[in-house]
């Protein structure tokens, strides 16, 4: 679907970051793609789950022999406050937007009642993300890993193993950005993190040994930001 979108609803010459790891092995099987993927950025998620650390809620949702007693046992509004208070950093109170836009979502269409099915992502991870990883070790296609540290669920072991084993390695140029006031949802935890990352990264700036974003000093509650390692 994503190829389709690419090439023929808005035919694309060139793609300026990432989408997921299987479309870059589809971009790598083709013969003649019809753009140029000219950057990747990866940011936290289940990309090598032997090293994940899932919620009770999740490996019951997982289980078919536990999933419709999870699901009769939640509702939409505790499920948005569970996300809110442990997969955001600052963990949001029930009464954020953000919790009670996540309740809507969830709630719509009996959206709790679909996830079992829908958290099968992770066992198809499971089943491709040895391949997707080799074919993120053998792209040429520079690329930049953000993390947020206190994501629990997908742990910053995941993004070290993926840096030391996959993109370290290899020749294409990649960086790997630390950022210690995010959590799993690090769009929204450090927005103007982000984009001055990615200026950096489609800038060809990346620092050539580990630092800082800014010199401002940890802890002060202004910005302590992501430190990369990178190769260029």
């Keep these: 679907m994503v190829w389709d979108f690419v090439t023929t609803v808005v035919p694309l010459k060139e793609r300026g970051d990432s989408v997921a790891l299987n479309f870059l092995q589809i971009y790598q099987a083709s013969p003649n793609p019809p753009f140029r993927i000219t ?36 509702t939409a509004e505790r499920l948005a406050v569970g996300v809110g208070s442990n997969l955001y950093s600052p963990p949001l109170k029930p009464d954020d ?27 198809e991870g499971l089943k491709f993300e040895v391949g997707f990883l080799e074919t993120l070790s053998r792209s040429s296609v520079p690329a930049t890993l953000m993390w947020g540290l206190h994501d629990t669920v997908f742990p910053v072991r995941v ?9 370290k390695p290899r020749k294409a140029v990649a960086s ?3 950022l210690p006031c995010a959590n799993h949802y690090l769009v929204h935890d450090r927005p103007q993190d982000i984009p001055q990352i990615m200026r950096l990264a489609l800038g060809n700036e990346l620092p050539s040994k580990p630092q800082n974003l800014t010199t401002d000093v940890w802890g002060s509650g202004a910005t302590e930001q992501g430190r990369p390692a990178s190769r260029n």
Aim: zero cysteines; a negative charge.
């Design 97 to 123: 937007p953000e919790v009670r836009a996540l309740a809507f979502n969830f709630a719509w269409q009996d959206g709790i009642a679909a996830i079992p099915a829908t958290i099968q992502y992770l066992n």
């Design 39 to 74: 950057r990747q950025f990866l940011t936290n998620a289940n990309m090598f789950l032997p090293l994940a650390n899932l919620t009770e809620f999740q490996k019951a949702m997982l289980d078919p022999n536990t999933s419709a007693t999870a699901v009769k046992n939640m």
């Design 159 to 167: 993004g070290n193993y993926v840096w030391e084993t996959v993109l």
């Design 176 to 178: 790997y950005w630390l």
